[in-house]
């Protein structure tokens, strides 16, 4: 079966600019995250639905940053005015169960963006 | 810091040879996964052991967590040029993954 879809896999953009993010989750899937990995470093948890509704979104470094998942499916992050720092690999994950305790999470390929 | 360190941060081993990662975290934790990470790949799930499990397997893989110690480890047996990879450790905190920085493996042919 189809697994963690995401698109683009890689974007540039101009300081200032914005970009959004899509990441198409596995059907039926509760749960989805978005995580941002830096260079040489481990992923970074960003927010978090379950369904439709954003229950954490604790991870968001800025307000420049936002999230949505309409319709319990498909989502986009979306980053406003981008900056140099927000260069990065935004991964998308998602996880059957609304119960959080023991939940694998499938990962996307991830969406490479740079700021020029 | 909530999240799990890595140590060592870079390993190089030969082929066939066996590969040990460890991971220190400092809080309480429902379960701790392992993931794998290619060079421009996704985070690919390898095993995840729960608080009340001590030792776990899966083919090549053994996983051990003393949370007295707050500490697991990875075990990687035989291993092989294709197992080449970043390993991360992930704290389970109320949903979300916590990562650590991982460990960056080379397994040379």
């Known amino acids: 079966g189809a697994g963690v879809s995401q698109s683009p896999r890689y974007k540039v953009a101009k300081r200032g600019q914005d970009v959004a993010l899509r990441c198409d989750p596995i059907?039926?899937?509760?749960?989805l995250f978005w995580y941002q990995q830096a260079l040489g470093q481990g992923p970074e948890f960003l927010t978090y639905?379950?369904?439709?509704?954003?229950?954490?979104k604790s991870g968001l470094p800025s307000d420049r940053f936002f999230a949505e998942r309409p319709e319990g499916s498909v989502s986009t992050l979306k980053i406003q005015r981008t900056q140099q720092e927000d260069s990065a690999v935004y991964l998308c994950a998602s996880s059957l169960f609304q119960g959080i305790t023991y939940n694998e999470q499938f990962f996307g390929p991830g969406t490479r963006l740079t700021v020029l | 810091s909530q999240q799990g360190e890595e140590d060592p941060q870079a390993l190089s081993i030969q082929e066939g040879e066996n590969a040990t990662m460890n991971c220190s975290y400092k809080?309480?934790?429902?379960?701790l996964q392992w993931y794998r990470q290619n060079s421009g790949r996704g985070l690919v799930h390898l095993i995840l052991i729960r608080s009340n499990e001590r030792e776990k397997h899966s083919g090549r893989l053994r996983v051990t967590l003393d949370t007295s110690k707050k500490s697991s480890s990875l075990l990687i047996t035989a291993s092989r040029a294709a197992d080449t990879a970043s390993y991360f450790c992930a704290l389970n905190q109320g949903g979300k993954l916590i990562f650590g920085q991982g460990t960056e493996l080379s397994v040379k042919p």
């Open positions: 059907s039926g899937h509760v749960s």
């Open positions: 639905f379950q369904n439709e509704a954003q229950l954490d």
């Open positions: 809080t309480s934790i429902n379960n």
